[in-house]
């Protein structure tokens, strides 16, 4: 690996709280899918740290659900192309579903 690289991408990782979004084994950007999240997920969904949790919303809270050991990537994924009778019917591009997959699986092993 060049050393410039090597030294760049030990800088990005050394940012806290860059670790967290930057790390996945799939496709998508964390970043990204957090910024998806937050806006097509968050009126319903608790989806960020940031959010407050004022029990006004109607769906479970996102970043503790994706912790149980069944919620895989390819279980996000299945979720996300099935309609729901209780959810809005959001058509996600793959983009946008591979980054709002890769934000989630952030918190599979947060502590938070």
Do not use: W
């Not at 940012?15 to 998508?28: K, S, W």
């Not at 407050?52 to 979720?79: F, H």
Request: hydrophobic content about 40%; aromatic content about 4%; proline content about 10%.
């Amino acid at each position: 690996m060049d050393r410039t690289l090597l030294m760049a991408a030990m800088l990005v990782m050394a940012v806290p709280g860059f670790g967290a979004l930057a790390a996945t084994d799939g496709p998508g950007s964390p970043a990204y899918g957090r910024e998806s999240a937050v806006d097509l997920c968050g009126d319903c969904h608790l989806v960020s740290p940031d959010q407050s949790p004022d029990g006004m919303r109607p769906g479970p809270n996102l970043m503790q659900r994706v912790r149980a050991p069944e919620i895989t990537e390819l279980a996000l994924r299945s979720y996300l192309r099935s309609s729901h009778p209780v959810m809005p019917n959001i058509m996600l591009t793959q983009e946008q579903a591979d980054d709002i997959i890769a934000y989630l699986m952030t918190f599979k092993e947060s502590p938070n």
